[in-house]
Nanobody, 124 residues
Framework: VQLQASGGGLVQAGGSLRLSCAAS????????MGWFRQAAGKERVFVAG????????YYADSVKGRFTISRDNAKKTVYLQMNNLKPEDTAVYYC??????????????????WGQGTLVTVSS
């Protein structure tokens, strides 16, 4: 499966952005999906994940209550709605697909496919 992330940009603290990740290729609905982010000079970390059915989600503590992950299997797209953004949310955001029919994975090496990343910059 190929993944294409979009929707990043520059926003002031307290603002909102919605990231999208469009998939092509093999069956999208069979994959758990995740969003990760990587700030400059830091490791890539888990942000949010959603099971293949959309029936279960999981969030990093740092974004819980502010970010919402969702998916539309008919459109082969996963979204990350980001509200009340903070300067510490500044990072390149990546979407990823996990082909194992398991619980939502939180480690990068558990995901099989990656999008190219989209930059989110939050100014104070």
């Amino acid at each position: 499966v190929q993944l294409q992330a979009s929707g990043g940009g520059l926003v002031q603290a307290g603002g909102s952005l919605r990231l999208s990740c469009a998939a092509s290729g093999r069956t999208f609905s069979g994959y758990n999906m995740g969003w990760f982010r990587q700030a400059a000079g830091k490791e890539r970390v888990f942000v949010a994940g959603i099971r293949w059915s959309g029936g279960s989600t999981y969030y990093a503590d740092s974004v819980k209550g502010r970010f919402t992950i969702s998916r539309d299997n008919a459109k082969k797209t996963v979204y990350l709605q980001m509200n009340n953004l903070k300067p510490e949310d500044t990072a390149v955001y990546y979407c990823a697909a996990d082909s194992t029919w398991s619980t939502i994975a939180t480690m990068p090496d558990q995901y099989d496919y990656w999008g190219q990343g989209t930059l989110v910059t939050v100014s104070s």
